[in-house]
């Protein structure tokens, strides 16, 4: 039976992994991630842009020179020109903008004058520009230097927390909740991606040889559950593959572009995580895209031919959803009661729970439970999977998900 197993194991592995959809599939995901990664210097390929050239009209006795610094998006002048003279260089395109600065009641004011309309983006740069300004101005009117301004608004205080209840775990500091944050929603997108990818396969792929009765023929010589385990074990190895390939690919790029800076963020953020948590994240990881392998087996034996595999994947596509969904409204606030309630949820608490982990303050006992209703439903759709798996992979019948549940009942009761 091992041997049979490992046969049909190795085969649908070489089948899959040569297939023309994985590859493509394995790419589309590479060229995403190395255009995130490089998307400043793609972007300058196709939109050469230059600095904005803009004019400072300083109409007040405040030194503004150390404010208004150039940057790689604005460059600053300030021309000692009339200011009639510096508007016909704008008319004539020697400046993307003009700003006059002048005192009004004892308040900073801005005129922006422009020939051309400005983009939204360096709008709103040279606007925190001069609001900038505009604070620094109000605090010399109580007669302090601008360095002694500049150093008042941008101190910060030391924030430290300590929990006196000892029955509490001990509770996490900002930075370590928001890496929580970022590290739990990019688990949950790996995790809506892969469910997405391979129930769709292990679907069509049974639909598929059950459509084309090559199913029939094989099941001469393999047992149903054979078969069945052979599934779940062939894409569960699939899916580790392509994990494999676009983490190791991730993990370059991280660590060698850019000199290195990239990664050294990464590793910020991982070094306010705990072992623990990482432990949490690949097991909901691992059981849960286990779990929706099990249940698009189910389905593909259902349905009697491919073209039926999307309508019997509709309700755990749509449970996906609504687990990423309620993910996404984690990153808002991760202590809203739908999280909790959803965190325990084994379809959707791999994609919620890690979030409660990584950026709430839980006590220990929360996610062992989670997870242990995880393993217990895995557990126990297997067996009920496998068991129906047996009874309506050869039985043949029309009509929607229930309809097909109902007949392979009453045809094999």
Partial sequence: MLSKLGILIKQLYKQKVRAKSFMLMTLLYVAIIGVIMFWSDIKGIFVNEEALEVALINETPVELESIFLTNEDIAFSFPADSKESVYNQLKEEKYDAVVVVTEENETLTADIATYSPLKLNDQSTISSFVQYAGKIYGIQQLNLTAS???????????????????????????DQKQSGIWASYFVGIVIYFFIMAFLSMITTDVASEKGSRALEMLLVSVKPSTHFQSKIIGITLLALTQFTIIFGFLFVLLRFSDGGEKWDMIQTILNELSYSYVFYVLAF???????????????????????????????????ALVGFYVMISGVANPDTLLIKVFSYIPLTSGMVMPMRIGATDISTIEPIISLVL???????????????????VLTYSSGGVIQKIKTVLKVTT
């Fill in 374 to 392: 995880l393993i217990i439903t895995v557990i126990v759709f297997y067996i009920i999977s496998l068991s129906f798996y047996k009874r309506s």
């Fill in 148 to 174: 002694e301004a500049d150093k008042i608004l941008n101190s910060e205080a030391i924030i430290t927390t300590t929990n006196l209840n000892e029955a509490v775990a001990d509770g996490k500091s900002e």
């Fill in 285 to 319: 990881l691992f059981l849960t895209i286990i779990l929706f392998l099990i249940i698009g087996a189910l389905f593909g034996s259902l349905v009697s031919k491919v073209e039926e595999a999307s309508q019997v994947m509709t309700p755990a596509i749509m449970t």
